[in-house]
């Protein structure tokens, strides 16, 4: 008797078409197998949002220096004042904090 014989019987019905037997290989080795398997695509996405998530931080943080470059560059009394506490000699600084 064939061997493959009695494995095919044992496959279920669907499966037992070559084009569907084949597909179905097809499918479990591309999810399973290959290097660009369910898993590695799934890591590579989740460092992908990390990335695009620092990214969106880091061109936060570029804006708000910018932004503090600015003022310095327009005010640097106002920035020595606020930032370093620093006042004339005839005056006292009081710090509100809100």
């Known amino acids: 008797m064939n ?6 019987n044992k496959l279920p019905n669907f499966l037992q078409n070559k ?3 084949v597909l179905f290989v097809f ?3 591309m999810a399973f197998f290959d290097k660009n398997d369910f898993y590695t ?10 990335l695009e998530t620092d990214k ?7 804006d708000d ?3 503090d470059k600015s003022d310095l560059e327009a005010n640097k009394e106002k920035y020595a004042r606020e930032h370093f506490y ?6 006292d600084v009081f710090i509100m904090e809100e």
Do not use: G, T
């Open 65 to 67: 220096i910018k932004k």
């Open 19 to 21: 084009y569907r037997l």
């Open 41 to 50: 695509q799934w890591k590579l996405q989740s460092v992908i949002n990390k």
């Open 86 to 91: 620093m006042h004339k000699s005839d005056e």
């Open 27 to 29: 499918i479990v080795w």
């Open 56 to 62: 969106a931080y880091y061109l936060q943080q570029i």
């Open 3 to 8: 061997p493959f014989k009695s494995i095919y």
